[in-house]
C-alpha cells in the first residue's frame, strides 16, 4: 500500500522546522500543496486576522506524516492525494495506527520545543481518534474537536470543509490567541 511510501523520510525534518512558540496540527488536504487548498487557506487567513499566522507553525496530520506547512512546496509532499472517505474499515485501522504511530513519534521528539499545541481536526476522523490516544494527558496540547456538518459554499463535498466555518474558525482564534 502506497502508505510505505513515504516510510520515515518526513522526521528528518524535525526538529529543524520547529521555529515558533505555537504548533497547529490540522489535518492534510486533497489539494497539494496544502497551502494552496481551500481549507488550509481560510485556516491561515483566521490566523492572519489574528495577528498569528507568522507566529504559528502550521502541521499537516497525513499518511505521509506530521508535515510542517512549508513542507508542503516539497516532493513528495506536494504531489500525493488520499481521499479516504470510502475506504474499508480494515484500511481505516491501517491508517488510524500510522497516524497515532506517527504523532507519538512527534510527541516525543518534537512536541517539547513548543508551548503551546493546538490540534483542530473533523470529529471522528482518524487523525483525532489517533491524535486524542497519542496526546493523552500532555497538557500543553488543546484538542478542538469539529463536528462534521456540510458546508454550504463548498464546490465539493470535504467532509474536513467544517474546518472552515466561522464558528470553528473563531474557536481556533481564542486557542491560538
Not at 497539494?32 to 499566522?53: D, M, N, V
Not at 472552515?164 to 482564534?173: A, E, H, I, V, W
Request: some cysteine.
Amino acid at each position: 500500500m502506497f502508505l510505505g511510501m513515504f516510510k520515515n523520510d518526513w522526521k528528518k525534518y524535525w526538529p529543524a522546522d520547529a521555529n515558533n512558540d505555537t504548533a497547529l496540527l490540522t489535518t492534510c488536504s486533497h489539494a497539494k500543496p496544502y497551502a494552496k487548498s481551500f481549507i488550509h487557506q481560510t485556516i491561515r487567513k483566521s490566523l492572519h486576522e489574528i495577528g498569528k499566522l507568522d507566529t504559528v507553525d502550521i502541521c499537516h496530520i497525513s499518511a505521509a506524516g506530521t508535515i510542517v506547512s512549508k513542507r508542503g512546496f516539497e516532493y513528495p509532499y506536494n504531489a500525493y492525494d488520499g481521499d479516504y472517505s470510502n475506504a474499508s474499515n480494515e484500511l481505516r485501522a491501517e491508517l488510524t495506527a500510522k497516524i497515532y504511530y506517527d504523532l507519538s513519534w512527534w510527541r516525543d521528539n518534537v512536541s517539547h520545543l513548543y508551548t503551546k499545541i493546538v490540534v483542530y481536526l473533523r470529529e471522528g476522523s482518524s487523525s483525532i481518534k489517533a491524535a486524542t490516544a497519542a496526546f493523552e494527558g500532555l497538557k500543553k496540547v488543546k484538542i478542538i474537536p469539529v463536528t462534521p456538518e456540510t458546508v454550504p459554499f463548498a464546490l465539493e463535498n470535504d467532509p474536513d470543509d467544517c474546518l472552515t466555518l466561522d464558528k470553528n474558525l473563531y474557536r481556533l482564534q481564542q486557542l491560538i490567541k
